[in-house]
């Protein structure tokens, strides 16, 4: 019988689907799994074939609430505790669930934000293996991803500060990962039954040890510090092929059929300010005249006042839409970047928090589309400028289809199961179990 891994994922879409891709690389390679995740993707999951274990809660429904758009718009201050509250108790809750959901398994791939996940890796003496969508070990090469600010001046200019400044800007991570070291701290005493250790962050064990990493994005989109351990790894992005068989409806192809490909617009998962974000684009359009699709996801776009002009579609694969437009315009997520990239689309990012503006520099800096704009920062004017330079600047899409012609020689789910393979392995449990099976 194969080797049974454990993976847990807590966030949206764009962080549950590459570990549905993972999951179907590691069953083909002979491998059992199970999926922990919330509730809201239990549909998502099994459909692809893959055991699923619900880790509580409703991502979609948290993100969706009032508090949540009031604190990205009106005062972060003032109803970002309450948030925080509701956050750890949904990770609690997940860790309670993913200890039952790792018995008998022989390893426990998480993403960084279930890190609860190396204690039951501990407790139940098998190797946790942690996973981002974004650069996350500190590196002189460049800033944390979430810093926005400009490039620094050389000191006296001439004295390079860039790889100290580089390295103390991780701080900010660093303090980050507290949120999550708190419901972890008392996890692991009262579930686990582990004595307190010092805090190890996101990237080693209990006993200081370095895991393996892996950095599920493309080294052509983002490549590996030079600086970085041999622990972590950048295997490409975990790209999920489509297994829905979506097809453009018979109103979708008479749209396409009626003029010059459309331009996708789409903010993603999160659904701030919704009203704003639908009179910004009716006056881009306005001003641009060209023809969009929109997807509205959890976007919160209103469908009923968009004009002929505009497309809106309520759910599909981007990696079967995407073949029917011309360019893409959207938040940054990781997830929707490769995919944007990999269809060979000219982009333009309007990112919001976290790792998105990231995304949206390296996007530019690659010349695959116009400089990033934060959605607070949009105008219709900015918007309507980034669509005609889409559809007209041959140089965007000559860059797209570069990195698409390199990103496709990537295999990132294969990569990231031969890491997981010999971790496995090399564990020293394994070769525990290994002689003992010999022995009898």
């Avoid at 059992?32 to 809660?57: K, Q, R």
């Avoid at 948290?62 to 750890?88: C, T, V």
Wanted: aromatic share 10%; net charge neutral.
């Amino acid at each position: 019988m194969g080797k049974r891994v454990a993976i847990a994922a807590i966030g949206t879409m764009g962080d549950v689907q590459p570990f549905v891709a993972l999951s179907v690389a590691l069953r083909k390679r002979g491998f059992s799994v199970v999926l922990s995740t919330t509730g809201d993707f239990e549909e998502f999951v099994t459909s692809h074939g893959i055991e699923f274990h619900n880790l509580g809660g409703d991502i979609q429904a948290f993100i969706r609430q009032s508090q949540f758009d009031n604190a990205m718009s009106k005062n972060l201050l003032l109803y970002a505790p309450k948030l925080l509250r509701d956050g750890q108790n949904i990770l609690k809750e997940a860790c309670r669930q993913l200890w039952a959901a790792t018995q008998g398994a022989d390893a426990v791939v998480f993403h960084q934000t279930t890190n609860f996940a190396i204690d039951i890796a501990e407790a139940l003496d098998i190797p946790a293996i942690m996973t981002a969508f974004q650069p996350i070990n500190p590196t002189g090469e460049f800033p944390y991803f979430g810093y926005d600010g400009p490039p620094l001046d050389p000191l006296f200019n001439r004295i390079s500060i860039d790889p100290l400044f580089n390295r103390l800007s991780y701080v900010v991570q660093a303090a980050q990962q507290s949120y999550y070291d708190f419901p972890r701290d008392r996890m692991r005493a009262k579930l686990l039954g582990l004595r307190s250790r010092k805090r190890s962050g996101f990237t080693k064990n209990a006993r200081g040890e370095r895991i393996p990493a892996l950095h599920a994005y493309s080294p052509t989109i983002s490549p590996r510090p030079g600086d970085w351990p041999e622990t972590t790894i950048v295997t490409g992005f975990w790209r999920l092929d489509d297994a829905t068989g979506w097809e453009p409806d018979e109103t979708f192809q008479k749209f396409l059929a009626a003029g010059e490909k459309p331009i996708y617009l789409g903010f993603g998962s999160m659904p701030w300010g919704a009203a704003r974000n639908t009179e910004i684009i009716l006056k881009a359009l306005q001003l641009w005249g060209g023809r969009v699709v929109i997807g509205r996801g959890w976007g919160g776009i209103r469908a009923e006042d968009l004009p002929a002009s505009v497309f809106s579609i309520a759910k599909a694969p981007h990696t079967k839409l995407f073949e029917h437009v011309k360019a893409v315009v959207h938040h940054g997520g990781a997830g929707t970047t490769h995919t944007g990239l990999y269809a060979g689309k000219p982009t333009f990012v309007v990112p919001q928090f976290f790792d998105q503006p990231y995304w949206g520099r390296r996007v530019f800096e690659l010349g695959c589309g116009p400089p990033p704009v934060r959605l607070r920062k949009l105008t219709p004017g900015i918007l309507a400028s980034a669509l005609d330079e889409l559809a007209t600047d041959k140089s965007y899409e000559l860059a797209a289809l570069d990195v698409r012609e390199k990103l496709m020689l990537e295999d990132g789910t294969g990569l990231a199961v031969d890491v997981i393979e010999e971790t496995i392995a090399e564990y020293p449990a394994s070769f525990y179990e290994e002689a003992m099976g010999a022995a009898s």
